[in-house]
């Protein structure tokens, strides 16, 4: 059996060269200008895709614990 997935317009399968997902977390510090260079920055760097992460801090962490950060 020979599996695929498509991704967009391309087709992933056991014997393609790897689909490269850029982590670029939460390095855009809410901007979206931040984001799309950084966006810019990964595909120049050969990335096929990237992963942003958006949170508030109080909504994983309390305001009492010493390791918070208030990023809002």
């Known amino acids: 059996m ?6 967009g317009s391309r087709v992933i ?7 490269v997902i ?3 977390g939460v ?4 901007s979206l200008d ?5 966006i810019d920055q990964a595909k120049q760097g050969g990335a096929d895709a990237a992963k942003f992460q958006s ?3 109080g ?3 309390s305001k009492h ?3 918070y950060r208030d990023w809002e």
Request: charged share 25%; aromatic share 6%.
């Open 2 to 7: 020979h599996t695929s997935i498509k991704l």
């Open 22 to 24: 850029a982590e670029i």
């Open 34 to 38: 931040q984001a799309k260079r950084l």
């Open 55 to 57: 949170y508030k801090a």
């Open 13 to 19: 399968t056991s014997r393609s060269k790897p689909y």
């Open 27 to 30: 390095n855009h510090e809410g």
């Open 59 to 61: 909504t994983l962490a």
């Open 65 to 67: 614990s010493s390791s």
